[in-house]
T-cell receptor, first 110, second 115 residues
Framework: GEDVEQSLFLSVREGDSSVINCTYT??????LYWYKQEPGAGLQLLTY?????DMKQDQRLTVLLNKKDKHLSLRIADTQTGDSAIYFC??????????FGTGTRLQVFP | KAGVTQTPRYLIKTRGQQVTLSCSPI?????VSWYQQTPGQGLQFLFE???????NKGNFPGRFSGRQFSNSRSEMNVSTLELGDSALYLC??????????????FGPGTRLTVL
């Protein structure tokens, strides 16, 4: 089935690390993505990971992939107020068909 | 390079009417995908067009249709609107190659309200 789950909310203090988790169901997904959506805006691709990788780091972002458990996480180091947004994980089901998670609203407080 | 543009940005319709939304992809991109975003159902894939042909389709009723023109611009149409069609409709474009990795660039969306 096509079902990608995330926790709904995460609240962190500015300067702390944030970890957003995602579980997906289709083990055949080749790429997994993290998108950010700010209020009133479309989706911005933050990073992606190929399914044969365990980890990918991109500046303040670290993606961890556990294929056995079908678990994906996004860690944001030194979280800033500008990181407040909704974060979506997504798996690709064919070249241009993405199945999105439910989204995690990240709130960063000073 | 201009990003993905969607028109109109906001739309108000009444039940039973039909609506057409437009999406202009990034220059050189041949694939356009459409998604519906609602608070209850989240982000759901509608369909994807590549070189004027529908290549992928989600689980939406036949009232939702789309097309793509030779310049890669795409339109989606919703007929006989229902209250539940109120949503943010997002369009994304990509180069559309056969690789399973195609970075999709999203437009700002069209907010449709059905009264």
């Amino acid at each position: 089935g096509e079902d990608v789950e995330q926790s709904l909310f995460l609240s962190v203090r500015e300067g702390d690390s944030s970890v957003i988790n995602c579980t997906y169901t289709d083990s055949s997904s080749t790429y997994l993505y993290w998108y950010k959506q700010e209020p009133g805006a479309g989706l911005q691709l933050l990073t992606y990971i190929f399914s044969n990788m365990d980890m990918k780091q991109d500046q303040r972002l670290t993606v961890l992939l556990n294929k056995k458990d079908k678990h994906l996480s996004l860690r944001i180091a030194d979280t800033q107020t500008g990181d407040s947004a909704i974060y979506f994980c997504a798996e690709s089901m064919g070249a241009d068909k993405l199945i999105f998670g439910t989204g995690t609203r990240l709130q960063v407080f000073p | 390079k201009a990003g993905v543009t969607q028109t109109p940005r906001y739309l108000i319709k009444t039940r039973g009417q039909q609506v057409t939304l437009s999406c202009s992809p990034i220059s050189g991109h041949r694939s356009v995908s459409w998604y519906q975003q609602t608070p209850g159902q989240g982000l759901q894939f509608l369909f994807e067009y590549f070189s004027e042909t529908q290549r992928n389709k989600g689980n939406f009723p036949g009232r939702f249709s789309g097309r793509q023109f030779s310049n890669s611009r795409s339109e989606m149409n919703v007929s006989t609107l229902e209250l539940g069609d109120s949503a943010l409709y997002l369009c994304a474009s990509s180069l559309g190659g056969r690789s399973s990795y195609n970075e999709q660039f999203f437009g700002p969306g069209t907010r449709l309200t059905v009264l």
